[in-house]
């Protein structure tokens, strides 16, 4: 039985496939980009975060820690984050079952209505694609909707086993020219591209979401290149637009980092109108996420 390494789970997701959703995270990603708004998702090890505002001064970290709370020799054994009772500490990336992780779906099942369901994201969950496969087919036999949430970098005989229990796709499409899809993400798009390709006719319901992200890609010329693409590829699918925000942020002072686009602000309402109506003008079926 594969084990998954997960980040966290989030119950009652509304922005991660059709209707209310239990969307699993999985810790590690093979993609680099400069705006990831789940950096704890990155690495395949565990990352731990102090959110030191919601400390309370109990000390009980320190009296379980192994390291005397250097984060520097943070061993990542999670003991400090078990005993927190402000949960000011947070440990992503743990070990669970696809049976423990079947579970909980079962739970939520109640509240998903006849849209909603799961969804797998990260991260890449495709980097652990048998404990995807493994969870998936436990889903789909227990008449759940499921989704995968890809950045498509994986070969594409890994989605291959997943279509026969994949209702849902949801695939990125970040930029439009390989120079700066190597700039802001490390790397190549030639593989994501063949996959979408792949996708277009793969026989499942998919969906491609592009990030907007002033500075990067927020552009009449991204949104032009983008559409002709997926024009070319014979894409009939939805086309979601998902505005930059930095809710994020939060999280990279927890991990220590700088956060590279403190000082970006989100596209306006109007320029994401504007470039919902150009990829509309050309046939697409576009609709930008509203967040709540």
């Keep these: 039985m594969p084990d998954a390494i997960l980040s966290h789970v989030q119950r009652g997701s509304l922005h991660d496939g059709p209707g209310v959703r239990t969307t699993f995270f999985f810790q590690g990603c093979n993609l680099r980009c400069v705006w990831c708004h789940n950096p704890e998702t990155i690495s395949m090890e565990p990352s731990l975060m102090i959110y030191s505002r919601k400390c309370i001064g109990c000390e009980q970290c320190a009296q379980v820690c192994k390291r005397g709370l250097s984060r520097k020799d943070c061993i990542h ?16 990336g743990k070990m669970w079952t696809t049976d423990e992780m079947f579970r909980i779906a079962q739970r939520e099942s109640r509240f998903y209505g006849k849209d909603g369901g799961v969804t797998v994201s990260g991260g890449e969950p495709m980097l652990q694609w048998e404990a995807v496969l493994e969870f998936l087919t436990k889903c789909k036999a227990a008449g759940m909707h499921t989704a995968v949430d890809t950045a498509g970098n994986v070969p594409w005989v890994r989605y291959e086993n997943l279509i026969p229990v ?9 930029l439009s020219t390989d120079e700066e899809h190597r700039k802001w993400t490390g790397v190549s798009r030639s593989k994501i591209l ?24 927020a552009t009449n010329e991204h949104i032009d290149r983008a559409s002709d693409e997926l024009l070319s590829f014979g894409f009939t699918g939805l086309v979601e637009l998902l505005p930059f925000h930095r809710l994020g942020a939060g999280k990279y002072d927890a991990l220590g980092w700088s956060y590279p686009f403190a000082d970006t602000d989100p596209p306006t309402d109007e320029l994401m109108d ?7 003008d050309r046939g697409l079926n576009v609709k930008i996420r509203v967040r709540k």
């Design 77 to 92: 054994c999670g003991d400090c984050t078990e005993v927190c009772p402000a949960d000011a500490r947070v440990l992503s």
């Design 166 to 174: 994949t209702d849902l796709f949801l695939m990125d499409l970040k």
């Design 194 to 217: 063949d996959n979408i390709r792949r996708f277009s006719t793969c026989g499942r319901e998919v969906w491609i979401r592009m990030p907007i992200i002033p500075g990067v890609n």
């Design 274 to 280: 504007e470039l919902r109506m150009r990829m509309k």
